[in-house]
Structures are given as C-alpha cells and as structure tokens.
Nanobody, 126 residues
Framework: QVQLVESGGGLVQAGGSLRLSCAVS????????MGWFRQAPGKEREFVAW????????SYPDSVKGRFTISRDNAKNLVSLQMNSLQPEDTAVYYC???????????????????WGQGTQVTVSS
C-alpha cells in the first residue's frame, strides 16, 4: 500500500519561509519522480514543483521559480519543498505526489501522478 504523508505546513507572515516534507512508503521511491501541487479554495489543483527520480532535474512554474526548491533523499524516502519569500497568494493546501510510472519524464499535470498525500495547509498572512 502506497502512503505519502506531508508535514510542515502552518501559518507564516508574508516574506517568511516554510519547509514541507513528504514521507513515502509502499513503493520503490528511488524509481519515481515526485511532485508538489497546491490547491486554494475554489481553484483547480496547481503544479508547484517536480523532481526527477534521480534528483538530477527539477522543474517549477514561473509563479514559484526562484522562491521554492524541491529536493529528495532517496535513502530516507523523503521529498521536501523549501518555500521562501512566501506571499498571501501562496496560501493553499499543498500535496505531494508520486509519478504514475517508474522512471517517468518531466510531468506537471495531476493525471501524470498516481499516488497522493492527504495535504498540508499553508497559510500566508499579509
């Protein structure tokens, strides 16, 4: 049974930082690319970050590029998202996700990911 468990969300003031973590079990972690998405109330789920299964490549949308950094520790089955210079528009529930297939290429759409965590709330106050 695949499980993804996020942690690290919370309330932070604009300009602050948070680090999200996602512990993964039930799959060969090192073989799967990982992603982070977010969803604000009334909005669709939005791509935030992607990291290749070898951790040699990352991808971000323009909205977070230069502020967010995704990383992974294949020895610990852990993927993290460091978020700096947070703004109120970053407020959302953040989800980590595992790619649908092993050794997959870059992906940014929710349907490309087959396993999801339960989400962690990030609230940025102005």
């Amino acid at each position: 049974q695949v499980q993804l468990v996020e942690s690290g969300g919370g309330l932070v003031q604009a300009g602050g930082s948070l680090r999200l973590s996602c512990a993964v079990s039930g799959l060969t972690f090192a073989a799967y690319a990982m992603g982070w998405f977010r969803q604000a109330p009334g909005k669709e789920r939005e791509f935030v970050a992607w990291i290749s299964w070898r951790a040699g490549a990352t991808s971000y949308p323009d909205s977070v590029k230069g502020r967010f950094t995704i990383s992974r520790d294949n020895a610990k089955n852990l993927v993290s998202l460091q978020m700096n210079s947070l703004q109120p528009e970053d407020t959302a529930v953040y989800y980590c996700a595992a790619a649908r297939n092993r050794f997959s290429a870059r992906a940014t759409m929710p349907q490309d990911f087959g396993s999801w965590g339960q989400g962690t709330q990030v609230t940025v106050s102005s």
